[in-house]
């Protein structure tokens, strides 16, 4: 008697739905966030078509925060490349996990690879997308894209029409976001000692040196990181 076929299971569907409902909860925080691009920009004494500029062409987050700063005062190059290197070295360790395998084709690579952020990242390597191809992938990357483009614009326009002489609050948002898809991927992956790794990192570099904060945390927190997997290798030898 011949065994009875395996059923394959449901098919993984990679529909525009599909990949709208798991990145449109992140997407759409880039409007408002990109509007805090625009209105910095134009406030810092730069022409509001800088905004989407920065946006299309930079296209890094809080590194494009930073470089408002430093367009404004005409920071030397080595300045800009240096924060440049620092902020974004982070996306060297997103390569690594991230699905770029999954994704065909140069140009497709390349796009990929050029559009990686954080929510990007956060979004690609989720239990939900783990069967994503191509399409899908970059179809979540360019809506990130153009979100915040859209955002950096419209926030640019508003920054010029409007005579808004403070900007309170805005300098967190980006803040914010980051703190909301670190609570999102710890729901996915709970780990107690990763999180309070990364706490503890923040805070010692918040309290003893606070003008180098973000670079300091980094470090810390890698040296923590590769401590715990040799600790872990040892022990899986012994």
């Known amino acids: 008697m011949s065994p009875s076929p395996v059923s394959p299971g449901p098919a993984p569907d990679h529909s ?18 990109g509007m805090a691009l625009g209105f910095l920009v134009v406030h810092a004494g730069l022409a509001w078509g800088w905004a989407p500029t920065f946006a299309a062409v930079i296209y890094a987050g809080s590194l494009e925060f930073l470089m408002v700063h430093l367009a404004a005062t005409a920071a030397p190059i080595v300045t800009v490349a240096l924060t440049t290197f620092v902020v974004n070295s982070r996306h060297v360790f997103y390569a690594l996990s991230f699905p770029l395998d999954r994704v065909r084709g140069m140009l497709g690579k390349a796009y990929s690879t050029y559009t990686l952020s954080d929510e990007a990242y956060a979004v690609g390597v989720s239990p ?62 709970p780990d107690w000692v990763t999180a309070a790794s990364a706490s503890a990192c923040a805070v010692g570099a918040w309290l003893t040196v606070p003008g180098q904060l973000l670079v300091s945390a980094f470090a810390a927190f890698t040296g923590v990181l590769v ?3 040799l600790l872990q290798r040892s022990a899986g030898r012994s």
Request: hydrophobic share 60%.
């Open 16 to 33: 525009l739905r599909t990949v709208l409902s798991l990145s449109a909860p992140i997407g759409l925080a880039f409007i408002p966030l």
């Open 128 to 189: 939900e997308a783990k069967t994503w191809t191509t399409r899908p992938i970059l179809l979540m990357q360019l809506l990130f894209h153009l979100l915040w483009v859209a955002g950096a614009t419209l926030g640019g326009l508003v920054g010029e029409a409007l005579p808004i002489d403070r900007l309170v609050g805005l300098d967190f948002a980006l803040t914010a976001l980051f703190i909301v898809l670190g609570i999102d991927a710890f729901r996915q992956r």
């Open 227 to 229: 401590a715990r997997m």
